[in-house]
C-alpha cells in the first residue's frame, strides 16, 4: 500500500518540475532532489530491518562480523555515491556524476581491500 | 510532511520566476538577479535540512562510522 503514495508522490513531483522547467526557473532540479529525498526517506525504515535479518542470518552461517559489516558499509557507499550521480545527470552535469561514481568505487575498492588480501591468503593456504 | 515540502519548493520556483518576468518586462534586472537568488537561497536551505536527514539515517540505519 506503500508504493501507490510512493507513486503518487513521484508523479506529483515530476509534474512540478515540468512546470517549473516551463517557467524556466532554476529549481527544477531541485524539486526533482527533494521528490527523490521524499520517496527514500518513506521507505528507508525497510532498510533497517532487512539488515538486521541478513545480519543474524549472516551470524548463525558463522560470517564474521566483519565481513558483513564492510558488505553494509560498501553497499551505503554504492548507494549514496548513486544518489548523488544519478541527481548530477537530471542537471546535465553528466562529467561531475561520472567524477562522484569514480570516488565510489575507489573508495569501496579501498575498504575492500583486506578482505581480498584475506581471501588470497586463504586460496595460497589451501594450495600449498 | 513529504508532499507538502515539494509543493513548497514548487511555489517558491514558480513565484521567483514570475517575479523574474515583471521585474524584467520594467527592465530592473538586477533585482530580477537579486530575486532569483533570494528564492534559490531559501530553497537550498531546506534541502540541506532533508539531505542530512538522509545521511544521518543512512548512518544509523548502516550501522556506520
Given amino acids: 500500500m506503500e508504493i501507490f503514495r510512493i507513486a503518487a508522490i513521484a508523479l506529483i513531483t ?7 522547467r516551463e517557467a524556466k526557473s532554476e529549481l527544477a532540479p531541485i524539486v526533482a532532489l527533494v521528490g527523490g529525498l521524499v520517496v527514500v526517506l518513506s521507505v528507508i525504515n525497510y532498510f533497517s530491518d532487512v539488515f538486521s535479518v541478513i545480519s543474524s542470518v549472516a551470524k548463525k552461517a558463522g560470517l564474521a562480523a566483519s565481513v558483513v559489516t564492510l558488505l553494509f ?15 548530477m545527470d537530471d542537471m546535465g ?7 562522484v ?27 600449498a | 510532511m513529504d508532499i ?3 509543493f513548497k519548493i514548487a511555489a517558491v520556483g514558480l513565484i521567483t520566476a514570475i517575479i523574474n518576468q515583471v521585474l524584467k518586462k520594467s527592465d530592473k534586472d538586477e533585482i ?12 537550498l536551505i531546506m534541502v ?15 550501522g556506520m562510522y
Fill in chain 1, 14 to 20: 515530476a509534474f512540478c518540475v515540468l512546470v517549473l
Fill in chain 1, 73 to 87: 558499509k560498501v553497499i551505503a557507499i554504492g548507494y549514496v555515491t548513486e544518489f548523488s550521480s544519478s541527481i
Fill in chain 1, 93 to 99: 552535469l553528466s562529467s561531475l556524476s561520472d567524477k
Fill in chain 1, 101 to 127: 561514481t569514480l570516488a565510489g568505487k575507489l573508495i569501496i575498492v579501498a575498504m575492500s581491500l583486506p578482505i581480498v588480501v584475506q581471501l588470497f591468503n586463504f586460496i595460497a593456504g589451501l594450495l
Fill in chain 2, 4 to 6: 507538502n515540502i515539494i
Fill in chain 2, 32 to 43: 530580477a538577479m537579486l530575486v532569483t537568488l533570494a528564492g534559490l537561497v531559501t530553497v
Fill in chain 2, 48 to 62: 540541506i535540512n532533508m539531505i542530512g536527514q538522509l545521511f544521518d539515517t543512512l548512518k544509523t540505519v548502516f
